[in-house]
C-alpha cells in the first residue's frame, strides 16, 4: 500500500524558514517524480514544486522561486521541501504528492494527508 | 501559465441527477506526438487530500465507479457524473500537466438539492 506522510509544518514567522519531509513507503520511490501541493484556508490547490526521480530536474511555481527548495533522499524514500523568506500567503496544508509515472508530465494518483504551515506574527 | 477554469463555482444537484462540471484551459493541452490530452480530474472531499479520478481526459482510475466520465478536447472538458450519489460530495478540480507550472481550476463544489 502506498503511504505518504508529511511533517515538519508549524507556525512561523514571516521570514522565517521551515523543512518539511515526506516519508514514501508501499513502493519504489526511486522510481517517481515527487509533486507537492499546496492549499490555503477554504481555497482551491495550488502546484508547487516537483523533481525527477534523479533528482537531475526540479521545477517550481513563480511564487515559490528563489525562496523553496524541494529535494529527495531515495536511499530514505524521502522527499523535502525546504522553505525560507516564508510570506503570510505561504500559509496553507502542503501535500507531499507522487505523480504516476517516472517519465513526467503524469497527474498525481498518490497524496499524503498534508502538514499545515502558518506563517504568522 | 496555463490558466483552467471551471464552471459554475457550485452546483446542487437531486439524487439520482446527471451533474455536469466545465473546465476550460487558456491553451490546448493535447500534445501532438502522442496525442495525448495532458488534463485529470480529481474530487476532494472535506478533511481528505484529492483523489484521482479521471486521467488522460478520459481514462477512469481503478475503482472509480463508472458513473464518472471525462470527455473533451483542445481546451473544453467536462466531468459527468451520471447519476449523483450522496458520496459524490465534493469539491471537484480539473488539473493540466502539460506543461509547468501544473495549475488547476478553482474547484466546483457539488452538493445534494
Known amino acids: 500500500e502506498v503511504q505518504l506522510v508529511e511533517s515538519g509544518g508549524g507556525l512561523v514567522h514571516p521570514g522565517g524558514s521551515l523543512r518539511l519531509s515526506c516519508a514514501a513507503s508501499?513502493?519504489?520511490?526511486?522510481?517517481?517524480?515527487m509533486s507537492w501541493v499546496r492549499q490555503a484556508p477554504g481555497k482551491g490547490l495550488e502546484w508547487v514544486a516537483n523533481i525527477k526521480h534523479d533528482g537531475s530536474e526540479k521545477y517550481y511555481v513563480d511564487s515559490v522561486k528563489g525562496r523553496f527548495t524541494i529535494s529527495r533522499d531515495d536511499a530514505k524514500n524521502s522527499l523535502y521541501l525546504q522553505m525560507s523568506s516564508l510570506r503570510a500567503e505561504d500559509t496553507a496544508v502542503y501535500f507531499c504528492?507522487?505523480?504516476?509515472?517516472?517519465?513526467?508530465?503524469?497527474?498525481?494518483?498518490?497524496w499524503g494527508q498534508g502538514t499545515l504551515v502558518t506563517v504568522s506574527s | 501559465d496555463i490558466v483552467m477554469t471551471q464552471s459554475p463555482d457550485s452546483l446542487a444537484v437531486s439524487l439520482g441527477e446527471r451533474a455536469t462540471i466545465n473546465c476550460k484551459s487558456s491553451q490546448s493541452v493535447l500534445y501532438r506526438s502522442n496525442n495525448k490530452i495532458y488534463l485529470g480530474w480529481y474530487q476532494q472531499k472535506p478533511g481528505q487530500p484529492p483523489k484521482l479520478l479521471i486521467s488522460w481526459a478520459s481514462t477512469r482510475e481503478s475503482g472509480v465507479p463508472d458513473r464518472f466520465s471525462g470527455s473533451g478536447s483542445g481546451t473544453d472538458f467536462t466531468l459527468t457524473i451520471s447519476s449523483l450519489q450522496a458520496e459524490d460530495v465534493a469539491v471537484y478540480y480539473c488539473q493540466q500537466y502539460y506543461t509547468t507550472p501544473w495549475t488547476f481550476g478553482q474547484g466546483t463544489k457539488v452538493e445534494i438539492k
Open positions: 504528492a507522487r505523480d504516476s509515472s517516472s517519465w513526467g508530465s503524469t497527474p498525481i494518483d498518490y
Open positions: 508501499g513502493f519504489t520511490f526511486s522510481a517517481y517524480w
